[in-house]
């Protein structure tokens, strides 16, 4: 029986899980190098999960300083099947009021100074994003969050920018123009990565602030955005758990959208035009494709 392996990757205000039995720590290194900080591994049931802080603990990294290479490799060498981020964001909606949560299905990526692919010379590759998101894994941790008591909103869209600051008002006013729902630092290019590894991915997005778009309300900083998390990192803490509860006991079966064996059309290298050093590295994140 093919059992799930849930990859957490927490974000601010998100540095550790609950639950979790047969509690381990793992320092990895990746060809990417190291990832954010050391593996957090357990079982909730029959359910293993990859505990990763994206920032690191203490927060120490800035979101163009994350090693989103390191850090998708390390949890695919963990034998993770699937990956949950958990992400702090700003609301462009007034219908997504600070406390509630997003489970978002698309993104639009504005970030511009960050390593967004494994591949590269001597070995290309061009994955689909048209559908970034796992609906089953999404549906799922979506029904977790509702089980938790919080408000969830399905569907929406992420817009990620660089950062670290946060975004001008004509920014904020122009993003809500483009119709999208909630901005975060870092959802890109985890999400890309996550797919070039196979990896279905979903994300959580706990809402913290208007942004600055909206009046009435004070622009956000990080002071608000910490107040509103001390109360949404409890509900995602207890939401992982019901997911992994949910999960436990059951079967994984193959990513009905065919991510699992993405690679299989994305691949566009010749044999022999291939660099063996790369395809070498490459082994950890797509060794069944190559
Ligand atoms: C502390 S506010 C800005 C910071 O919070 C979000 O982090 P994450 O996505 O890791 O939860 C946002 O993307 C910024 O990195
Ligand atoms: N308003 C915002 N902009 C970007 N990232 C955020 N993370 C939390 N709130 C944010």
New binding site residues.
């Given amino acids: 029986m093919s059992k799930w392996t849930l990859g957490i990757i ?5 540095y550790e899980i609950d639950g979790l039995e047969d509690r381990r720590e793992e320092q990895v290194e990746t060809p990417w190098g190291a990832p954010s900080d050391t593996l957090v591994r357990g079982r909730i049931g029959e359910v293993e999960l990859v505990f990763l802080p ?2 690191g603990k203490g ?1 120490r990294l ?2 163009t300083e ?1 090693p989103y290479r390191a850090n998708i490799a390390a949890l695919k060498a963990a034998g993770v099947t699937d990956i949950l ?5 700003g609301s462009l909606k007034e219908e997504y009021v600070p406390g509630h949560f997003v489970a978002a299905d698309q993104f639009i990526d504005r970030t511009f100074a960050r390593d967004k692919t494994f591949f590269g010379a001597g070995m290309v590759a061009h994955v689909s994003m048209a559908h970034p998101i796992c609906p089953r894994l999404s549906e799922l941790a979506a029904q977790a969050v509702e089980a938790s008591g919080a408000m969830l909103h399905r569907g929406g869209t992420y817009i ?1 920018m660089e ?2 600051q ?1 975004s001008s008002l004509a920014e904020s006013k122009l993003y809500r123009q483009w119709g999208c729902d909630v901005i ?4 890109m290019p985890e999400a890309k990565l996550a797919r070039e590894a196979e990896l279905p991915y979903a994300i959580l997005c ?1 809402v ?1 602030d208007y942004d600055c778009w909206r009046e009435e309300t004070e622009a ?1 900083s ?1 002071t608000n ?2 107040e509103i ?1 001390g109360h949404n990192s409890a509900i995602a803490r207890k939401s992982v758990v019901k997911l992994a509860e949910r999960l436990s006991g059951t079967e994984r079966t193959p990513d009905p959208s065919g991510t699992d064996t993405c690679l299989d059309y994305a691949l566009i290298t010749a044999p022999d035009a291939r660099d063996p050093k790369l395809v070498e590295k490459l082994r950890v994140i797509a060794g069944r494709a190559l």
């Fill in positions: 927490g974000g601010s205000g998100l994206r920032h927060h800035t979101p994350v981020s958990i992400s702090a964001c990620a950062g670290p946060f975060g630092m870092t959802a706990m913290t956000v990080v955005v910490l998390m």
